[in-house]
């Protein structure tokens, strides 16, 4: 006679609570790992500071939004594992909702950075690397505006869940 693992029913996601309880950890791991390396890859970019120099917080700025996906990923895997973990708590849900709030607040500056250095770097720029400037212009200030806003609404989408999916 063979014991089986307990299963948690829900519709056809019917999975053995170890093996939700592994993915969960391993998906916690994983997040961590992305979340840690992206945000030292930003704190390195950051690093000697030379504020008032317009050019370099333009540059920093930019390879910034360019270096963002790393840690986002790290941030949704995390949140994923907390999920999907067999009992989600309450704080668990809040602490991943409030990270998420906190890396739109930070996209938010970011964007005011931006979008403050790029008219003094445009007007800086040689004539012949106007349409290049313009081109990464464009393309950090897509970037400013999305990513905020994709991470302000996870934060309310993982909020919003701990009324479905927490315990305690």
Same mark, same amino acid.
């Given at each position: 006679m063979s014991r089986s693992a307990p299963l948690l029913?829900?519709?056809?996601?019917a999975s053995p609570l170890r093996t939700r309880q592994a993915v969960s950890a391993m998906l916690l791991v994983a997040g961590c790992a992305f979340a840690l390396v992206g945000l030292a890859d930003i704190a390195l970019l950051w690093f000697p500071p030379r504020a008032g120099n317009v050019?370099?917080?333009y540059a920093t700025v930019g390879r910034t939004l360019d270096t963002l996906p790393m840690p986002t990923l790290g941030?949704?895997?995390?949140a994923y594992g907390v999920l999907r973990q067999p009992r989600p708590t309450r704080r668990g849900i809040a602490l991943v909702s409030a990270v998420f709030g906190l890396w739109g607040l930070?996209?938010?500056f970011l964007a005011f950075l931006i979008f403050t250095a790029a008219p !003094? $770097?445009?007007?800086q720029t040689p004539?012949? !690397? $106007?349409?290049a400037m313009r081109r990464a212009a464009l393309r950090h200030g897509v970037q400013a505006v999305l990513y905020p806003l994709?991470?302000?609404?996870i934060a309310v989408m993982v909020w919003r869940s701990r009324t479905t999916e927490a315990t305690g």
């Open positions: 029913v829900e519709g056809a996601d050019a370099w917080e941030l949704l895997l995390i930070f996209g938010l !003094a $770097v445009l007007s004539p012949g !690397a $106007v349409e994709a991470w302000i609404t």
